[in-house]
Nanobody
């Protein structure tokens, strides 16, 4: 059974930084993608960034140059370093995984991912 547990959310001022982590267990596939998604109140869930086991990465345009996704393959832990945070980055952030997958260019699509964590809240004040 795949389990994803996010941590690292919090409240910061505009321009600040946060690092999110996602600890995964139960992933036994030889290839998989993991991604970060976010959902603000009243809005649809949107893709932020994704990475596959070979290190291919894609970002949403809104976070390029500010956010960095990375992973520890040995521990199957996913990270999201968020710098230069803006109030519009305020949302619940979710970690997700999809087996037998390779990242392609473009904003990650929530519908393409199978397993989800419970989320961690990020609040950026102006």
């Amino acid at each position: 059974q795949v389990q994803l547990v996010e941590s690292g959310g919090g409240s910061v001022q505009s321009g600040g930084s946060l690092r999110l982590s996602c600890a995964a267990s139960g992933i036994t596939y030889s290839s998989y993608c993991m991604g970060w998604f976010r959902q603000a109140p009243g809005k649809e869930r949107e893709g932020v960034a994704a990475i596959d086991r070979d290190g291919r990465i894609t970002y949403a345009d809104s976070v390029k140059g500010r956010f960095t996704i990375s992973q520890d393959n040995a521990k199957i832990t996913l990270y999201l370093q968020m710098n230069s945070l803006k109030p519009e980055d305020t949302a619940m952030y979710y970690c997700a995984a999809r087996p037998i997958c390779a990242v392609v260019a473009g904003t990650p699509r929530p519908s393409a991912f199978t397993y989800w964590g419970q989320g961690t809240q990020v609040t950026v004040s102006s």
